[in-house]
């Protein structure tokens, strides 16, 4: 176990629906992440948090909001989702943003 | 921004033999240099890095190779055994605050035996 946990780890949901995704650290690190890991693509970080506050937004298109209410919780609201954005979702953690990152398992998400 | 290049995509090896991955980054201010093992049903796990003032790190079968001139570096596992088949991401990080790691596309190496 690396200290970062996700829930759930498995989603299904249509395109109507409103799910939200939890990351939780148990490392005591202030940055944390969102990442999108779709079949034959590299990794794309969608959102950085230092200390809470949103320091990278890469993009993301809004059906994604995310929320960190303190360093140890980062969520990923999702709404309106396309069956392209079915994917694996990873969280990770550092020490600060250019320290070594610890993964979460990720949910795997299926847009129907 | 950074761009990371990885090869090869699969890569197969016989027990015992040693693999190399290899990895080609555009940005000369990046300086931190992460290698990814990822299982599957997993997330991906740090198994080495190395940082730009190191030209070479080792843990056990597992090494990395940095050439800053060059702008590349390499994971070598020796002996390899079965359970170090998986994904291995290469990935890259600028020292600037918020700067997040730029992975490569992965390799997935298979081991038989």
């Known amino acids: 176990e690396t200290g970062v946990t996700q829930t759930p780890r498995h989603l299904v949901m249509g395109m109507t629906n409103k799910k939200s995704l939890k990351c939780e650290q148990h490392?005591?690190?202030?940055?944390m992440y969102w990442y999108k890991q779709s079949a034959k693509k590299p990794l794309e970080l969608m959102f950085v948090?230092?200390?809470?506050?949103?320091?990278e937004n890469n993009s993301v298109p809004s059906r994604f909001s995310p929320e960190c209410p303190n360093s140890s919780h980062l969520f990923l609201h999702l709404h309106t989702l396309q069956p392209e954005d079915s994917a694996l979702y990873l969280c990770?953690?550092?020490?600060?943003?250019?320290?070594?990152?610890?993964f979460g398992p990720g949910t795997r998400l299926l847009v129907l | 921004g950074e761009n990371v290049e990885q090869h090869p995509s699969t890569l197969s090896v016989q027990e015992g033999d040693s693999a190399v991955i290899k990895c080609t980054y555009s940005d000369s201010a990046s300086n931190y240099f992460p290698w990814y093992k990822q299982e599957l049903g997993k997330g991906p796990q740090l198994i080495i890095d190395?940082?730009?003032?190191?030209g070479e790190k080792k843990d056990q079968r597992i090494a990395v190779t940095l050439n800053k001139t060059a702008k590349h570096f390499s994971l070598h596992i020796t002996e390899t055994q079965p359970e170090d088949s998986a994904v291995y991401f290469c990935a890259a990080s600028g020292f600037q605050a918020g700067t997040a790691l730029i992975f490569g596309k992965g390799t997935t190496l298979s081991v038989s035996s």
């Open positions: 190395i940082r730009s003032n190191v």
């Open positions: 948090y230092n200390f809470k506050e949103q320091t």
């Open positions: 990770a953690s550092s020490q600060g943003g250019l320290e070594t990152q610890y």
């Open positions: 490392l005591g690190h202030n940055a």
